[in-house]
């Protein structure tokens, strides 16, 4: 069987010899197959004349509806989401082209590129280097944690004071594991049962993967195992204004980036 590659190149003509006009080629490339191959010519005889049905062709591949592959990049600097400076990383060509090599993110993994990579973090070994990111998700982490508002129950009818554990229980109704080495409290201590402190804010620090910190807002909400002594359902009891339990804390309260139900409804209001 004989398969043949075309490349079919397409651009506008120009009409009128005074105007001006922009050619751009598109290419195309496809892989054909006769589907009546001709055959052999004899040897000391002149070739026949192909047929009709030499020239009628079936499509093999079409490289327009074929799937990049990823491209392989080498990290300049730290890029949100991606990894770290100096990481090899696999992409997907669009991105890899427009948001990284265009930028000045990445180069390509090119075997001298890797070679060079690896001279280089040789030579900074004995460099003294401050790291920035625990990883690539490292800073979405933390953003996403400074949004949030834990909702910390506690016993309206049994003494109590806030400990860790309650935050990490607080954290785990909300789908996230966070061991207790990783939250640090205030010095003061938050006890009741106080109806006073409900809803009141009160901030914990939450350090990720031993290196980034951020603040997180904790909310007190008052439980009952006894159904007449719960306190009465309150609609959007989560929105602000946010009043803390100290006021030193109200200002970082204030600061910390609002909820993604909070921002929703802004908007549409």
Same mark, same amino acid.
């Given at each position: ?67 990049? &592959?990823? +491209?392989? /990049?080498?990290?300049?600097? $730290?890029?949100?989401? @991606?990894?770290?400076? %100096?990481?090899?990383? !696999? ?101 009741? &049962?106080? +109806?006073? /402190?409900?809803?009141?804010? $009160?901030?914990?620090? @939450?350090?990720?993967? %031993?290196?980034?910190? !951020? ?55």
């Amino acid at each position: 069987m004989l398969r043949l590659g075309f490349q079919l190149l397409g651009g506008a003509k120009t009409l009128q010899p005074s105007l001006s006009i922009r050619v751009e080629q598109i290419r195309t490339t496809y892989v054909l197959e006769r589907r009546y191959p001709p055959h052999l010519d004899k040897k000391n005889r002149p070739p026949k004349n192909l047929k009709t049905k030499n020239f009628i062709y079936d499509e093999i591949e079409n490289t327009n509806l074929k799937k990049e &592959p990823d +491209l392989k /990049l080498i990290l300049t600097s $730290f890029v949100e989401g @991606v990894g770290l400076k %100096n990481e090899v990383v !696999t992409v997907r060509p669009n991105f890899g082209r427009f948001k990284l090599l265009a930028t000045g993110l990445a180069v390509y993994a090119s075997p001298e590129n890797l070679e060079k990579l690896k001279r280089d973090l040789e030579n900074s070994k004995n460099d003294v280097q401050t790291t920035l990111h625990s990883s690539r998700y490292a800073e979405l982490t933390r953003r996403d944690l400074a949004m949030r508002i834990l909702v910390v129950l506690v016993n309206q009818e049994n003494p109590w004071t806030i400990e860790k554990w309650h935050i990490r229980a607080a954290f785990r109704r909300s789908g996230i594991w966070v061991p207790d080495h990783a939250i640090k409290m205030g010095d003061r201590p938050i006890s009741g &049962p106080n +109806l006073e /402190l409900e809803k009141k804010h $009160f901030l914990v620090t @939450v350090t990720i993967n %031993n290196l980034e910190t !951020t603040p997180v807002r904790c909310m007190i909400r008052n439980w009952s195992t006894l159904p007449e002594l719960r306190l009465p359902r309150v609609d959007n009891y989560m929105e602000p204004p946010f009043e803390p339990v100290f006021e030193d804390e109200r200002q970082v309260i204030s600061t910390l980036p609002l909820p993604v139900f909070c921002l929703k409804k802004s908007v549409a209001s």
